[in-house]
């Protein structure tokens, strides 16, 4: 078959989607979750039988940045171990889900507010494959990830993500894979199951914010104060929530799970929102 025709194959499947898919964010945390068995990753196990079954799935990790935005577009994308410290169990961890190339360059094509690469190089990040291998432990559905542009604030990225709107509707999942509050240099190892005082307070701001429909706030959380700060010393694990709320649409569900502190400094609190 020539690669038009499995463009237009894959495509026709895609546009005869029954449901609007929901949107998720995602606190990951730890990339432990991935293998242990918590009341974090029983949560994504329970997710991946409760929702849809997706034609594809569309991650924003915290932990892709690039200079320009990117789409992984290669066949069989590897499975990176982007940490060190860790039990060789993690390592050892593959995900073979399949990538799309044709999918990819359909997304590629709707975003109009940049140009997007077609990347062969990266593969699934534990922001991702942590998460999804929870999800869909077959590893039989299509996974992708978009980069996220460093050199790009956080407005950018939330009028991004409307461009992605149309996927919802052809079955693909968009997940941001984060945390709202996720400072490490101020960790507490004492604190295993609990949250600082800061973080607490700021986690129900953002949620507060999620759930109004506050997006502007959330836009610039410079506004937060100090806590604010101490919440996000750097955006990376902030703006996949942004492209998860730049995707909301009118008179959806938004709630919230997975809602807990930990280490004193990382929100492990997630958003699903479904159409109504």
Not at 44 to 58: D, H, M, R, S, Y
Not at 70 to 96: C, K, N, S
Not at 184 to 205: F, K, P, Q, V
């Amino acid at each position: 078959m020539s690669s038009a025709k499995a463009f237009q194959k894959f495509t026709d499947t895609l546009s005869s989607h029954e449901h609007t898919m929901p949107l998720l964010f995602i606190g990951h945390g730890s990339p432990m979750n991935g293998i242990e068995d918590n009341e974090f990753s029983i949560k994504w196990e329970q997710l991946g039988k409760e929702i849809p079954l997706p034609t594809a799935v569309l991650c924003i990790s915290a932990h892709w940045l690039t200079r320009g935005t990117h789409i992984t577009a290669m066949e069989h994308p590897q499975t990176i171990h982007d940490f060190g410290g860790f039990p060789q169990a993690l390592f050892d961890v593959q995900y073979p889900a399949p990538g799309n190339p044709a999918l990819a360059k359909e997304i590629a094509s709707l975003i109009h507010k940049t140009s997007v690469g077609l990347d062969h190089e990266w593969g699934l990040d534990h922001g991702t494959w942590s998460i999804v291998k929870r999800m869909y432990p077959e590893a039989a559905i299509p996974v992708l990830q978009l980069s996220i542009d460093y050199g790009k604030g956080t407005q950018y990225h939330y009028e991004l993500a409307h461009e992605l709107e149309a996927l919802r509707k052809k079955g693909v999942l968009i997940i941001g894979s984060g945390n709202m509050v996720h400072n490490l240099r101020i960790m507490d190892w004492h604190r295993i199951d609990s949250g600082y005082d800061w973080a607490i307070d700021i986690n129900e701001t953002f949620k507060k914010s999620i759930l109004s429909g506050d997006h502007k706030s959330l836009i610039h959380y410079e506004g937060l104060g100090q806590a604010g700060k101490l919440s996000i010393p750097t955006p990376e694990h902030y703006i996949p929530l942004l492209y998860i709320l730049g995707l909301v649409n009118n008179h959806e569900n938004i709630s919230i799970f997975n809602d807990k502190l930990v280490m004193g400094s990382i929100s492990m609190t997630s958003v699903r929102i479904d159409a109504q």
